[in-house]
Each structure stands twice: as structure tokens, then as C-alpha cells.
């Protein structure tokens, strides 16, 4: 894998990012760990977070940290509106607030939505050493991957988005238990892999198959542990796609 070219970024707030320890993703070359404000404010909430000196500490990430600070809902008051996916309770947060948690959370680039912000709060955010992007109207979808959608509003050196942001399908594939072989996507789940003896690819290089974990071993783990299997399948995947 040339780890130069790729930069790999796991979305956090996705279903399955936290099924993988930090140390893991950095095993398996991710370099950026993506997190939702929405999702930060929900959980641990907003009074543990204003007390953090830094995001990538509370994550335990050493590596660097998007933080995706736009916001499903703004309501006429001009309030961020965040439903709690746990009991469906709302929070409601001024944007001076979150300009404020930003500033003391210190992610490494932030995603933003242009008609949530104005030039004065980008002003403010021009503080940190961080990266600015700004999603447009008429850019309706909220994924990062269309990187057209963005512009960069200082002069600080950046990513392209399209080269590096971690494909949700491999995270969900990677669930399902199909896997990047020899003779392409496999389901580890079929019964006819139960004595298959063989590495997932040959010659992989993976942290997975360089523990000599075979087909027949994966195949066990995901009927017994599926979640341990999740993360040997992951880092296959991952070292698969971008090798
Ligand atoms: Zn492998």
C-alpha cells in the first residue's frame, strides 16, 4: 500500500466506526477520524465537551480530526436544532456556542454549511490552524465526497475530499462479512468457506492475513463474534481497496 497518496478518513459517526479501537484505524493507515458535532453534542453533551482542551484527546486519536459542525436543523431563531437519536429529546445550541466549542475543541478541518455561518464567525474560526470547508446550498448532499460542493476559504494547505474519505459501503460490506478476494467480493458467511484453509487473498499483506487468519477462521469468527470478525474483515477490506 503506498501510504503517501491516500488519505484515509473513518466517519465516527457512522454506525459501525466505533466497533474498531483508535489504535486499530491507525494500524490500518486511517489518518483522519471524521466526527458530527450534532452526535458530539447529543453525547457526552455540551458540558463535557465546552471542558475539552482538545477533541483528538478525548478520542484517543493521534492522528487528525474532522469535525463535520453542520447542522441538520437551524430553526428562525437562528438556533441549531439536534434530535437525540437515543431518547428523542432536543437540544437546541446558539451558533455562537458552537463557534465557541469549535475554538476549544481544535479539530484539524471543519465542515460547515454556508448559509449556517457568516463572515464573522469565519473570522473567528480563521484562529485555528485548521482547515475551513464550506458546503454550498444547491450542494444538497451532505457527503463530503462530491468535492466540488466545497471551497476553501483561507490559504491553508488541504485535502482533496474525493481522494480520501473512507467509502461508507466498506464499512457495511465489511458487516455483512463480504470480503475482497482473489476471485473478487466473497460472503464469508457461506457455509463453504467453514474449511476453507486458505488466506482471504494470497500474497495480502494485511494486518489480518499477516496473522495467518484463514477463510475457515473468519468464516467462524463472524457466526460466534461477529464484532471481532468486523475488524479483521475491515482491515483487509481497507488494505484491499487502496492497495
Ligand atoms: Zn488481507
Known amino acids: 500500500m503506498n501510504k503517501t497518496s491516500h488519505h484515509l478518513v473513518i466517519d465516527l459517526s457512522a454506525s459501525h466506526g466505533l466497533t474498531s479501537t483508535s489504535q486499530e484505524f491507525q494500524n490500518i493507515s486511517i489518518d483522519y477520524l471524521s466526527v458530527k458535532l450534532e452526535d458530539l453534542l447529543v453525547k457526552p453533551g455540551k458540558s463535557v465537551l465546552s471542558q475539552l482542551n482538545k477533541l483528538s484527546d478525548h478520542l484517543g486519536w493521534h492522528n487528525k480530526v474532522v469535525l463535520d459542525a453542520r447542522f441538520s436543523k437551524v430553526d428562525k431563531e437562528g438556533m441549531c436544532v439536534i434530535k437525540s437519536r ?26 460547515l454549511q454556508g448559509n449556517q455561518i457568516n463572515q464573522e464567525m469565519l473570522k473567528q474560526l480563521s484562529q485555528l490552524a485548521a482547515s475551513l470547508f464550506v458546503t454550498h446550498k444547491g450542494g444538497q448532499s451532505m457527503s463530503p465526497c462530491n468535492s466540488h460542493q466545497f471551497y476553501e476559504t483561507n490559504d491553508r494547505p488541504t485535502l482533496e475530499f474525493g481522494d480520501f474519505w473512507m467509502p461508507s459501503d466498506i464499512m457495511s460490506q465489511s458487516c455483512d462479512g463480504l470480503v475482497y478476494s482473489n476471485a473478487g467480493l466473497i460472503d464469508i458467511k457461506e457455509s463453504s468457506y467453514e474449511h476453507a484453509f486458505e488466506p482471504l487473498s494470497d500474497h495480502c499483506e494485511c494486518p489480518t492475513c499477516q496473522q495467518g487468519f484463514t477463510k475457515s477462521y473468519l468464516h467462524h469468527l463472524f457466526h460466534h463474534t461477529p464484532l471481532l470478525s468486523f475488524r479483521y474483515l475491515v482491515q483487509h477490506n481497507v488494505f484491499n481497496i487502496l492497495g
Not at 465557541?100 to 465542515?111: F, R
Request: proline share 4%.
Open 86 to 111: 437515543f431518547d428523542g429529546s432536543r437540544i437546541k445550541v446558539s451558533m455562537d456556542d458552537v463557534i465557541a466549542l469549535i475554538l476549544s475543541l481544535k479539530p484539524n478541518i471543519i465542515l
